[in-house]
């Protein structure tokens, strides 16, 4: 009985010592969640908010070229200066682990508002300055 009950312990202590070690084995081959985070994913309401405005400008560049109302090269020149500011946001999230520093993100917000703004006056939807007093009602900016 005495072997019986040492081997029983022996198996059960083998088991547990190569449980832990093949589910990390397996989480590191498989990407699973053993691994460390991905610096690069960028996470939290700053990330979120600038992600999506970063979409509704692309989604306006898109509309005013469908509508004729600027051309090819500016569109493409538009969506240029949005995927350098993305590439800007995802690299400063790289370097603080997946956020943005609120320094950066009014910085990026700003440069974002300098491509809606310049989409804006291309289409002449923009904020019209002067009241055709002196000869003219024109785009502000």
């Given at each position: 009985m005495r072997?019986?009950?040492?081997?029983k312990t022996a198996t059960l202590a083998a088991v547990l010592i190569a449980a832990p070690l093949a589910a990390y084995a397996?989480?590191?081959?498989?990407?699973?969640a053993l691994d460390t985070p991905?610096?690069?994913?960028?996470?939290?309401?700053?990330?979120t908010s600038l992600v999506e405005q970063m979409q509704g400008v692309n989604q306006g560049i898109t509309d005013a070229r469908e509508t004729n109302s600027i051309s090819a090269s500016e569109a493409q020149h538009l969506h240029m200066r949005t995927a350098?500011?993305?590439q800007a946001a995802q690299h400063v999230a790289a370097s603080d682990h997946g956020r943005i520093p609120s320094a950066q993100y009014h910085e990026l917000?700003?440069?974002?508002?300098?491509?809606?703004?310049r989409l804006m006056n291309d289409t002449g939807s923009s904020f019209m300055m002067g009241d055709?007093?002196?000869?003219?009602?024109?785009?502000?900016?």
């Amino acid at each position: 009985m005495r072997i019986s009950t040492s081997l029983k312990t022996a198996t059960l202590a083998a088991v547990l010592i190569a449980a832990p070690l093949a589910a990390y084995a397996a989480g590191r081959h498989r990407g699973g969640a053993l691994d460390t985070p991905d610096p690069t994913v960028m996470t939290g309401p700053r990330v979120t908010s600038l992600v999506e405005q970063m979409q509704g400008v692309n989604q306006g560049i898109t509309d005013a070229r469908e509508t004729n109302s600027i051309s090819a090269s500016e569109a493409q020149h538009l969506h240029m200066r949005t995927a350098h500011i993305s590439q800007a946001a995802q690299h400063v999230a790289a370097s603080d682990h997946g956020r943005i520093p609120s320094a950066q993100y009014h910085e990026l917000l700003r440069r974002l508002d300098s491509v809606d703004q310049r989409l804006m006056n291309d289409t002449g939807s923009s904020f019209m300055m002067g009241d055709g007093s002196d000869g003219g009602n024109y785009p502000n900016g």
